[in-house]
Structure formats: structure tokens, C-alpha cells
């Protein structure tokens, strides 16, 4: 790093102050709450260690479990290794809750590429594959109104006697739009209860735990999902996702976990003491993520390119989405996070076609866990209008470190000009 550098970071962060100290409460109102459910719950240290086997009575993943509901005020939780990833957390969502005739209703547009597999919708899908389709369920979506905002009139009159879930992604996937923050969620929720009390509302949750100090289930969802190697796993969790909600939702859920008669009650893992530290840890480090995208936020616009969100506008997830405008742009500002990693940082990535993805994809992630998108990772498709989505970093200053390298190999740096204000609503 050359003086140059250096002085841009300091530009940069003084035209966001304010808005990093706003940060700074957000980070402790979500540590109160995770250190009252740890302290409730009357941790132990024998209760960091595991179980082999069936894992009956396994007493740390109990208080695990226990932790979870409490932080997201649910009435019970299933917290497992043994989930794969968040794409796997929703599926045991939907074939728990869904019957063969009924209908999944998605409330926010068509969802990201790799959940279209398990429903059947992907283009290439094919019969037999085990797909929500295969088994009689229906799907259909409600787009977002076009100022990015839940279509309520039109959603409640997609409601029809087929209908058992509506579902909400709060992040945006590979979409142009805004996260959605937990008090619209709240409204739509409040307004399908007061309707349609039996339905269930399952909220897709990957990439916005701890951005705000209320979650999904604390304003009506019925079960909220996501994944322990992003928010909630605090770069600690070396796998696994999460299903919390009402105890009907959970226990339907648990069924396809395991098998029907065992549901929750089966389960080992031998350590959980780094699920137990990376919860404790998440606020923090989701607040580092949200400080880095307001960071690269704030430079990339004063360079003249559009990202959402904008430094001041609320952040609901730990996802930058920065519209590059050419294929080239794309790889250059992918390989500069690659090469500002703590692994892997001689690795050059390159577009590939990823299964699941409809169109060639580049990764940028040198993380300590594979995958783990609360580290700091960047991917796109390579597709117009050339979007790269930058999303988590452990530390504040990594990121700050990898943004000026990106806008150096993108030949931003030398004509960079901080526009002359302070992002501040």
C-alpha cells in the first residue's frame, strides 16, 4: 500500500463518520440481545461439547438450539451441521411444510438460481429429480412493485385454497433491488395473518441476521432460515443452517430433517463451542460487513457508478450490489478481492459455469471457511448489465484494504475525486 492509498481510505471515511457510528449501535443493541439468550439459557462449559451417535439427549446442541430461539424471539429452533448450506435450510422448509396439491406463493419475485432447482423451475430441470413440482406442489411469485416494494394488494390476491406458504427472500440474489427490511416484512405478515391466519410465512433470512435489531420472527414469521457460514456463524461456524419459527412450523420441518418420528430429537456433532463463540461473536463482525459495504459504497459512487445500496440508505443484508457496466470490470474487480484475501490470494479467478447458475459465474472468495460469504467474498454473473455483488469482511479495515486494491486494478484510483459532501441523510 503506497501513501496514495492510504490517503484515499482516509477520504473516503471521513465523508462517512457518522454513518459508521450509527453502526457502532446497531452492533450493540444486537450484543445485548445474543448476551441475555446466552446468559438465559445458563451456558455451561460442558455444554460446548457434543455428542456421537444418535446424539439423544445430546445436551449442547438442546442448549444451541435454545440459544437460537431465544436470540431470534421463536419458540423453538433447529440448529445442525448437517445442513449443507441455505439453499438446503429452505428445502427442509418446504418439504416440511408443503403437501402434495398445495402451493408455495414467493412474495418477492422469482427467487435466486439455486432454489429454482428444488422447485422445479430451473430451465434445466428435468422429471424425477425430487423437486417441489415432482411431488404435486405448485409455485407461482408476485413481483416486487417497481419502487422495489412488496406488491401487498397483489399478493393477498394471489392467495387462493391451494396456497399453504408465502414465502419472502430478504436478500435479492442476482437482483437489481433492494434488501427488504424487517418492518415492511412486518406489515405484509400482519396483513396475511389477519387474512389467511393458517398459512405459514417462511422468510428466507440468508444475509440479513443482525442488520437490523429485530428479526422475521419477531414481527409474525412462522419459520425464518439461513445458513451458519454467513451472518449468524460469525466466521467461526465451519458449516451447517438454522430453521427458526412457531414449535407447529419447527416440529413439520424437523420431519425432513431426519425422518418422520424422529424429527429433532436425533442429531450428534462432537464440538459446538465454535457455533456457540461465532453467534456470541455476529454482531460485531455483521456490523464490520455493513461498515465495509457503506465503505465501498461510498468510494465506487463518488467514482460514478450506481450501488445499491447507498452509503446512507438503510443496509437490511451484508450484500453490495455495484453495477460495473462490462464483463471486464466484473473479473478485474473479482480477482482484486481474490488477490487482497487472506487465502488463496495467489489464486486467479476466472467465469465458470457453476452448477446451479444459468450463466457463467465468477467467485472471488478467499476465505478461511469455503464459501463462507460473512468473510469477505465478491461473485457476479456474467451477464448485462454487469453487476458484482461484495458482501461480508471479518474486519472493517480488510475490507477498506481490498476496495482501494479493486479500484486501483479497475484504473479508478488516480482519477478518483471524493465528492465534496458527507453521506449523511
Request: proline letters at 4%; one cysteine or more.
Amino acid at each position: 500500500m503506497n501513501e496514495t492509498k492510504w490517503n484515499k481510505i482516509e477520504e473516503i471515511e471521513r465523508s462517512i463518520v457518522h454513518l459508521l457510528s450509527q453502526v457502532d449501535r446497531l452492533i450493540d443493541r444486537n450484543q445485548a440481545k445474543v448476551l441475555r439468550a446466552f446468559t438465559a439459557a445458563k451456558l455451561s462449559e460442558s455444554d460446548l461439547h457434543g455428542s456421537t451417535g444418535y446424539g439423544l439427549g445430546d445436551r449442547g446442541r438442546e442448549q444451541l438450539e435454545a440459544v437460537y430461539a431465544s436470540v431470534f424471539g421463536a419458540e423453538a429452533a433447529i440448529v445442525r451441521p448437517s445442513i449443507a448450506s441455505g439453499t438446503h435450510a429452505l428445502a427442509i422448509a418446504y418439504f416440511g411444510l408443503l403437501r402434495p396439491g398445495e402451493t408455495l406463493l414467493y412474495a418477492t419475485g422469482q427467487p435466486y438460481d439455486t432454489l429454482q432447482a428444488v422447485i422445479g423451475t430451473d430451465s434445466s430441470a428435468t422429471s424425477d429429480q425430487g423437486t417441489l413440482r415432482d411431488f404435486g406442489i405448485g409455485f407461482r411469485s408476485i413481483a416486487l412493485t417497481n419502487d422495489e416494494h412488496i406488491d401487498l394488494s397483489a399478493l393477498l390476491s394471489a392467495i387462493d385454497a391451494t396456497t399453504k406458504v408465502v414465502a419472502f427472500q430478504r436478500s435479492p440474489g442476482y437482483a437489481w433491488r433492494r434488501a427488504l427490511s424487517v418492518a415492511e416484512l412486518g406489515v405484509a405478515i400482519a396483513q396475511i395473518k389477519q387474512r389467511y391466519p393458517d398459512l405459514f410465512v417462511v422468510v428466507d433470512n440468508c444475509y440479513g441476521e443482525f442488520t437490523d435489531i429485530v428479526e422475521p420472527t419477531e414481527v409474525g414469521a412462522d419459520l425464518v432460515v439461513g445458513s451458519l457460514i454467513k451472518n449468524p456463524g460469525g466466521g467461526l461456524a465451519p458449516t451447517g443452517g438454522y430453521l427458526v419459527g412457531t414449535k407447529t412450523a419447527v416440529q413439520l420441518a424437523s420431519s425432513r430433517l431426519t425422518a418422520p418420528g424422529i424429527g429433532a430429537e436425533m442429531g450428534s456433532y462432537e464440538q459446538y463451542r465454535l457455533f456457540f463463540q461465532g453467534l456470541f461473536l455476529a454482531p460485531h463482525i455483521v456490523g464490520q460487513a455493513i461498515k465495509g459495504n457503506i465503505f465501498a459504497a461510498a468510494a465506487f459512487q463518488a467514482v460514478g457508478l450506481e450501488c445499491a445500496p447507498q452509503p446512507e440508505a438503510a443496509h437490511d443484508d451484508i450484500v453490495l450490489r455495484i453495477k460495473l457496466g462490462t464483463a471486464s470490470r466484473v473479473v478485474q474487480f473479482c480477482q482484486a478481492i481474490q488477490q487482497s484475501s487472506p487465502i488463496d490470494s495467489h489464486v486467479l479467478p476466472e467465469p465458470w459455469n457453476m452448477p446451479g447458475y444459468q450463466d457463467q459465474v465468477i467467485m472471488a472468495a478467499g476465505t478461511f471457511i469455503s464459501g463462507a460469504s460473512i468473510e469477505l467474498s465478491a461473485d457476479g454473473p456474467i451477464r448485462p448489465p454487469f453487476v458484482v455483488y461484495l458482501q461480508g469482511g471479518l474486519t472493517y479495515s480488510h475490507v477498506k484494504l481490498a476496495i482501494v486494491e479493486a479500484l486501483d486494478r479497475m484504473g479508478l484510483i488516480d482519477d478518483y475525486s471524493i465528492r465534496k459532501k458527507s453521506f449523511i441523510k
